[in-house]
């Protein structure tokens, strides 16, 4: 594999360019930068990884799930994954801005218009991923992001499959086995209550994460979001504890009925069970149709054409020997945003 280095310009393999002084964003496993197709010369998202000796390539793994979930409506385009040196890169699509973001710009707060839309598409998604075999294990807003285009700009993409796990066997049918041992995976603020007592996590969990995210782009904060604690065990546990013992009632106060409802629904399922996608999807298309009369596909962001569309010219440099946090992270580069785990 060829590449060229320069002050501000990395080439990968005569491919792709890299602009080193463009950072989208960074996480605990890396960063990610603006990128273009040297040949069409599109733009592209560029996730960069520092291999370990002692660590399994996340972004291999990912790369290897994208590719799989190839071809499905909301699901980013993979284009090129390349070693250099000691470094991993993965060349995909570059998206717009993420729902938490879309939600601050909205003063915390989404119309059950739009909450509902948002929650078929989330639906949606991860209906089409679990028949893929796959649970995503970190469903969160900042993991759902809008396109960048006018016409896409109504769609939301499901990123980052760094933490997902294949939960069936696609030859044999097999589900996993029930563990009641596992280290917690995902984001406390938005996981379910199984994921945090240890429960091995299958596709009720997502169903979960889902409900939950559509609570917070609604009332714009969870009952949990600011428990104060004495460290992050503790925080853990606090948090726990509320989702547990919160009436579902008052977790989803001046919202439709359907909510605490679904919320319920999503938590009685069994391990090995399959959700009912449709029943979801069409509860929430009546309550739609009950408020509207018609199904209304608008979206509150829709008139905000500066949040929908990615700015390519008013990127912020960001010195390379940033620091790489240790926590999730989200960085802003003009209307450019990357959520990273």
Same mark, same amino acid.
């Given at each position: =594999?060829?590449?060229?280095?320069?002050?501000?310009?990395?080439?990968?393999?005569?491919?792709?360019?890299?602009?080193? %002084?463009?950072?989208?964003?960074?996480?605990?496993?890396?960063?990610? &930068?603006?990128?273009?197709?040297?040949?069409?010369?599109?733009?592209?998202?560029?996730?960069?990884?520092?291999?370990?000796? +002692?660590?399994?390539?996340?972004?291999? &793994?990912?790369?290897?799930?994208?590719? &799989?979930?190839?071809?499905?409506?909301?699901?980013?385009?993979?284009?090129?994954?390349?070693?250099?040196?000691? &470094?991993? $890169?993965? /060349? =995909?699509?570059?998206?717009?801005?993420?729902?938490? $973001?879309?939600?601050?710009?909205?003063?915390?707060?989404?119309? @059950?218009?739009?909450?509902?839309?948002?929650?078929?598409?989330? /639906? *949606?998604?991860?209906? *089409?991923?679990?028949?893929?075999?796959?649970?995503?294990?970190?469903?969160?807003?900042?993991?759902?992001?809008?396109?960048?285009?006018?016409?896409?700009?109504?769609?939301?993409?499901?990123?980052?499959?760094?933490?997902?796990?294949? $939960?069936?066997?696609?030859?044999?049918?097999?589900?996993?086995?029930? #563990?009641?041992?596992?280290?917690?995976?995902?984001?406390?603020?938005?996981?379910?209550?199984?994921?945090?007592?240890?429960?091995?996590?299958?596709?009720?969990?997502?169903?979960?994460?889902?409900?939950?995210?559509?609570?917070?782009?609604?009332?714009?904060?969870?009952?949990?979001?600011?428990?104060?604690?004495?460290?992050?065990?503790?925080?853990?546990? #606090?948090?726990?504890?509320?989702?547990?013992? @919160?009436?579902?009632?008052?977790?989803?106060?001046?919202?439709?009925?359907?909510?605490?409802?679904?919320? =319920?629904? +999503?938590?009685?399922?069994?391990?090995?069970? #399959?959700?009912?996608?449709?029943?979801?999807?069409?509860?929430?298309?009546?309550?739609? %149709?009950?408020?509207?009369? /018609?199904?209304?596909?608008?979206?509150?962001?829709?008139?905000?054409?500066?949040?929908?569309?990615?700015?390519?010219?008013?990127?912020? *440099?960001?010195?390379?020997?940033?620091?790489?946090?240790?926590?999730?992270?989200? =960085?802003?580069?003009?209307?450019?945003? @990357? /959520?990273?785990?």
């Amino acid at each position: =594999m060829v590449s060229k280095y320069d002050n501000k310009e990395l080439f990968l393999d005569y491919k792709y360019k890299l602009f080193r %002084n463009k950072k989208l964003g960074f996480g605990s496993f890396g960063q990610v &930068y603006l990128g273009q197709n040297i040949i069409n010369k599109s733009y592209n998202a560029i996730k960069v990884e520092k291999i370990s000796n +002692t660590q399994t390539s996340l972004l291999k &793994y990912e790369y290897s799930i994208l590719k &799989y979930l190839q071809g499905l409506e909301g699901i980013p385009q993979c284009y090129y994954f390349t070693k250099i040196k000691e &470094y991993n $890169f993965l /060349i =995909m699509d570059l998206l717009g801005p993420n729902l938490s $973001f879309l939600l601050n710009q909205h003063n915390n707060h989404f119309s @059950i218009n739009t909450i509902i839309n948002i929650g078929i598409q989330m /639906i *949606e998604r991860i209906e *089409e991923i679990h028949k893929r075999h796959i649970i995503h294990r970190d469903i969160k807003p900042g993991n759902f992001l809008i396109g960048n285009s006018e016409n896409s700009k109504n769609i939301i993409y499901l990123i980052d499959f760094g933490l997902s796990k294949r $939960f069936r066997n696609p030859k044999t049918g097999n589900h996993i086995l029930y #563990k009641d041992d596992k280290k917690f995976i995902g984001t406390t603020k938005f996981s379910s209550i199984y994921s945090q007592l240890g429960i091995e996590q299958s596709r009720r969990d997502d169903l979960e994460g889902i409900i939950y995210s559509l609570i917070y782009l609604f009332k714009g904060f969870l009952p949990w979001s600011n428990l104060k604690a004495k460290n992050k065990e503790e925080k853990f546990h #606090k948090i726990l504890e509320k989702k547990i013992n @919160i009436n579902v009632d008052i977790l989803c106060q001046d919202m439709p009925l359907i909510f605490p409802k679904l919320l =319920m629904y +999503t938590r009685s399922l069994l391990f090995e069970e #399959k959700p009912d996608y449709d029943l979801i999807k069409n509860k929430l298309i009546e309550e739609l %149709n009950y408020k509207y009369s /018609i199904l209304n596909n608008d979206y509150d962001w829709i008139d905000n054409k500066e949040n929908s569309i990615v700015n390519l010219s008013n990127l912020k *440099e960001k010195k390379e020997d940033d620091k790489i946090s240790n926590s999730i992270k989200v =960085m802003s580069s003009s209307n450019i945003w @990357i /959520i990273i785990n």
